[in-house]
């Protein structure tokens, strides 16, 4: 599968999802947003979203610590959202101190507001937060979500709704760093209670204490379950 949208470098090689890999610190320009195609597949790249706050209580700097850790030790590339603010540049840094490999994708708005982390292995450059989070999803075998703000939260629940649909089959899993997710959990509990969703819509997601167990699930293949139709929502049918 090629890309759809202009990319301004040629003769690159291309990963599964058919899109070019750019050589160390260079820069792809896209201008439209790129297809997925979901490919089970080993896991090679994890892609995180996280907290860009610094305001923030050891125990999650903690987390995003240890998560740069597995992911390096583990020879797992890092997929992000570039930044150097918050958990993201925590993990960032982290994961490069022993020598793993980071690709982060960003927009040119944030880019301008100085929060680049500039020693990526690669970046890519885009020109909407839309973009962004499909080109994240598709650089990722997998993805970890660990707390964060409105952001990350809207990554989360848009990256379940798009396996929930169909769109793509990479396993999820949140990282529930000192109870943090708990009132979004209740909250999802509450959806089903309340008939707003099925309970097998918990199965789009595992949950998880520490970055660690994180990565032995995800290496051992669980969360690769495909969703059925006893998740979607009421009224809807999947086509087959
Ligand atoms: P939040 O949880 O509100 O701090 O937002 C963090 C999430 O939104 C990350 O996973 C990023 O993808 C994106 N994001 C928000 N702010 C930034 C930033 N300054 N630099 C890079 N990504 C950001």
């Keep these: 599968m090629g890309v759809t949208g202009v990319v301004r470098r040629t003769g690159l090689p291309r990963d599964k999802c ?20 979901a490919v089970p597949t080993p896991i090679e790249s994890i892609t995180v979203f996280c907290s860009s706050s610094d305001r923030l209580a050891p125990a999650y700097r903690a ?5 740069g850790d597995c992911l390096s030790q583990e020879g797992l590339t890092l997929v992000y959202g570039a930044g150097s603010v918050g958990l993201m540049g925590v993990l960032a840094r982290s994961t490069q101190r022993k020598g793993g490999r980071i ?17 990526c292995d690669e ?16 650089r990722g075998d997998a993805i970890i979500v660990l707390p964060g703000g409105w952001g990350t939260i809207e990554e989360f629940f848009e990256i ?8 793509h089959t990479k396993p999820i899993v949140m990282v529930n760093t000192a109870g943090y997710f708990d009132p979004m959990l209740a909250m999802i509990d509450h959806m089903i209670e309340e008939g707003f969703a099925k309970a097998a819509m918990r199965s ?31 009224g809807v049918a999947r086509e087959a």
């Design 160 to 167: 379940t709704v798009r396996r929930l649909v169909g769109e």
């Design 18 to 37: 058919g899109i070019p890999i750019a050589p160390a610190s260079s820069v792809i320009h896209t201008r439209t947003p790129v297809p997925c195609r």
């Design 204 to 234: 789009l997601f595992l949950v998880c204490e520490k970055p660690a167990e994180a990565i032995e699930a995800l290496l051992r293949g669980d969360g690769r379950m495909q969703p059925d139709d006893s998740m979607m929502p009421s």
């Design 123 to 138: 970046t890519i450059v885009v020109d909407t937060m839309r973009e962004r989070k499909l080109l994240m999803e598709s």
């Design 103 to 119: 690709i982060g994708v960003i927009t040119q708005r944030l880019i301008d507001a100085e929060q680049l982390h500039t020693r």
């Design 63 to 67: 987390a995003a610590e240890e998560l």
